[in-house]
């Protein structure tokens, strides 16, 4: 596995893929970090990383509303299918775990889907922060609340029902790991 940061509007995030994929999209400071080698600090390590970082450039500067990047999210086969649910969820709506759930054949499974989705590693590009209670109200978010009403914002959804402070953690910089320019 090789990574990158990479600066955004919501702080930095550290990405990671193997040779052929993107594995992961990380907040530093938010939980158990991967260990990835560093790359030489001048660019994203391999094609799959450039890729990523180029796509959410676009993304934070209102340019880009799907990633075309190549996926290998790791889980179980339910969680794969939930991502991959989540995938379809349009830019700018939001959708709750229970419509999530029915959307895949059994709403009686709205906890597992909602942990599955909170299991979710590549946020953003699989966009788990589409996702909110049946009420409208922001749910959990490995990134905070803050960060999801951010990117909820960020593509137009102006109806959340619960009100958190606006500001973002700025975290430091992981040590394993060089910077990668965003917006």
């Not at 930095?12 to 938010?30: H, K, M, N, Q």
């Not at 799907?66 to 939001?94: D, H, K, M, N, S």
Request: glycine content about 10%; proline content about 9%; aromatic content about 6%.
């Amino acid at each position: 596995m090789i990574a990158t940061l990479f600066e955004s509007p919501i702080g930095e995030l550290l990405l990671t893929a193997s040779d052929s994929a993107l594995t992961g999209v990380w907040f530093p400071g938010r939980g158990e970090l991967p260990a990835a080698p560093a790359n030489d600090g001048h660019a994203p390590a391999n094609a799959v990383l450039a890729r990523a970082c180029e796509q959410l450039a676009e993304y934070f500067a209102g340019e880009r509303t799907t990633f075309a990047v190549p996926l290998e999210p790791g889980g179980t086969a339910f969680q794969r299918r939930v991502w991959e649910a989540l995938r379809a969820i349009p830019y700018g709506t939001t959708l709750s775990y229970s419509e999530l759930a029915r959307r895949l054949g059994d709403v009686r499974a709205t906890r597992a889907v909602g942990a599955a989705n909170g299991r979710n590693p590549i946020p953003i590009i699989v966009p788990c922060h589409r996702v909110v209670g049946a009420d409208g109200s922001l749910t959990g978010f490995g990134g905070g609340l803050d960060r999801k009403r951010w990117l909820l914002e960020h593509e137009g959804v102006r109806d959340l029902v619960q009100h958190s402070s606006p500001n973002v953690i700025d975290e430091p910089p992981h040590p394993d790991v060089a910077r990668h320019p965003g917006v």
